[in-house]
């Protein structure tokens, strides 16, 4: 954001519309036609000097003005006014209907402060009730004051009961564009039946509109708050991005949250409920990863919930216990007096107990209101852009970085692996060859078969089919030496990724990071590759038969060799883990009886499941504890 000043006031002047009078070097003026040609009005500036000291803005007769402190660039905040003036005459809002700088008086006393921008309605009552303030920390501030005790617009609400909605208002001089913000509250009629400004504010839903003032659906009197559907979603490029983990860390701060791992986590837990409404919602469709017009936080927070729920069992094949408003009204037939008991119960447990997106402890109305308000600002910061998409995109992978080294990272005992070492042990494997000598032995499966038993944030995944897309994009299929069966599968698998639910998997038995891998890979345009919330040392027949490569019989303990590939970086030196594996792993690991009871070494048994796994002429690319070279007994 930039001060206006002297040298860029020309420029802020300009982006509005306003040019200079013929023949005048400091005059400015600008003019405005009502909706088929119903009035017509003229708003003039007038630069006297570098400092702004004698400068006006003349707002023409028919904007009342009952100060005029405002007609001026004395102050920033000043700017924002003019600005929000324009908007509201080039939507086509009278001017007569316009009053600046707006007072009460009751009885002989004046009530505090003055409304910046007053809009009434066509009988003269009020419509709008507009506070302008500076960008940054004055309307950080103000919002602030909003939520925890109404705030200004609240103290002049009690004054006109007439009104309808109440804004909160900023923008700002961006390069060479103006950037606007606004905080709506509709006056809904719990609001309407108070009797002062503490009552108003209690009835208050909390719930502060994004939008709907200016766009292009609104007109005159008619605010919108629409809803977005899917083809309106707005690609990411490293334009519209490059504020977006910024604007993260500001809500955070913002709202004083400084747990930051978990913070980070249930962001993530946000992006899989985007994710599974991308992947769901038909292009033309409401999407329900949105704050809609109409939502209260409740309806909100319950659709979250359910595209969450989704997101677990389609992702990661868990199910989350769960039920819907509309399981429970099925139940629950006819509006008894009861039935209405038990459902208000149902809502309160399933919301004000749940944590898949407290960024805040939540433990009852007041403070489930407070968290939801948070979620409201994550979710409106990244509903409008598009997060899925077939191929990788490098700004929205590092936007994921960002989130993970801040985030997650700081988690005592978390040590990922970074990108560029994940992408030079991938690099240094043999897929080339892998890939020719597969198709030399008529293999129909010439794609190799990659597993990484320990995922963590799922580097070594994305990176693996990174690498292995370069290779496959060089293929054609009458190379294909397998025959018509071979040439088939590979075209129907080889673009967009598709080849990965086939071929790659990944195992992790940290929820939160066999979550963390999922979404690594389907913001990385891959997200079809399997990724397990299981024991990477687990029995084979322990796994979901779904994963055919992983599971086999109850006969088979030790041996499953279907992968080509093996990249990990598997924890080690981890105290009495004997304790925390299987009851089979005797019989699983050859190792298991050169470790002690106390042994730390799990990395061997990581070894191990490596040589278990690997097909013959397969290769391995694991991170280990460079002792392993030089000591001695089990190693």
Known sequence: MTEINKSNINTFLSLLGFTLLNGEESIYSKEYAGPSGSWNYRIQTTLKDKEFSGSKIDYGADIKKERETVCNFSQQENFVVLECVDRLLEKGYPPKRIILEKSWRIGHKKDKGYLDISVLDKSGKFFLMIECKTYGNEFEKEEKAMLTDGGQLFSYYHNEKDTRYLCLYTSSLVDTRINHSEKIIEVKEEIAETKNKEEAFQAWDKVLENKGLFENEASPYLIKFNSLKKRELVPLNPDNSKGLFNSFAEILRRNTISDKTNAFNKIFNLFLCKIVDEDTASNGSELRFQWKNGDDYKTFLGRLNDLYKEGVKNYLEIEVTDHSEEEIDTLLTGLTED????RKIFEELRLYRNNEFAFKEVYNQETFEKNAYIVKQVVELIQQYQIRYNKKQQFLGDFFENLLNTGIKQEAGQFFTPTPLASFIVKSLPIRELIHQKNE????????????????SGHFLTESMDEINIYIQDITPDTIKSGRKGRQ?????????????????????????AKTTKISTLLNGDGDANVLCDDGLNDFSNYNPIYKKLYSNKDNYKDNPNFDIVVAN???????????????SEKIFDLWASLGDKSKEIECLFVERAKQVLVTGGVAGIILPNIILSNKVIY
């Open 339 to 342: 039935n209405i008991k038990i």
């Open 441 to 456: 032995r008529l293999d129909e499966d010439i794609i190799p078969y990659v597993l990484d038993y320990a995922s963590g």
């Open 489 to 513: 599968k590979f075209v129907a698998l080889k673009d967009d990724y598709r080849w990965a639910k086939e071929y790659i998997y990944g195992i992790e038995k940290d929820y939160r990071l």
């Open 570 to 584: 598997p924890p080690y030196s981890i105290d009495n883990f004997k304790t925390t594996l299987g009851t089979n």
